[in-house]
């Protein structure tokens, strides 16, 4: 009786971890990036600012989503910042898994002064890095 108690308890298990993870696969899809910010030592007003608006669509549209800033003049963070070519600000989509990246440094320094185009189009290169 003991086994058969078990037996359904395995199956009820494995039948709402397929169940959520169904539920959740998008967001599954969009743990597996992150978005990574590069700046120097010295940061301008509009470096500060492409981190303040990354943060907030991030935390608004893509919560699961992680957001990394490294700074390049550490040296603990060089041999990465050298993998993304990133000698200064520099934002980007990242697969860690798969190594892909999407250089989005020149979007966000032509949008950070408009904050509804900016959120606009951050999500949409999510989107599309998600999708593939």
């Known amino acids: 009786m003991k086994q058969i108690a078990f ?3 395995a199956v009820f ?3 709402t971890i397929t169940k959520t993870n169904a539920q959740t696969g998008k967001q599954t899809a969009a743990a597996i990036i992150q978005v990574i910010q590069f700046h120097s030592e010295h ?3 509009t470096c500060m600012k492409i ?3 990354t943060k907030a669509t991030l935390a608004k549209s893509f919560p699961s989503i992680p957001f990394k800033l490294y700074n390049v003049d550490d040296k603990a963070n ?3 910042a ?3 070519e990133a000698t200064g600000t520099a934002l980007f989509l990242y697969n860690p898994k798969t190594g892909k990246k999407k250089d989005l440094t020149d ?3 032509m949008k950070a002064g408009d904050e509804m185009k900016f959120e606009a ?3 949409k290169y999510i989107e599309d890095f998600i999708k593939g």
């Open 13 to 15: 298990a494995t039948m």
């Open 7 to 9: 037996i359904l308890m």
């Open 121 to 123: 189009e951050l999500k």
């Open 107 to 109: 979007f966000a320094f």
């Open 43 to 45: 940061r301008c007003v």
């Open 78 to 80: 060089v041999k990465f």
């Open 51 to 53: 981190e303040t608006l």
């Open 82 to 84: 050298e993998q993304f």
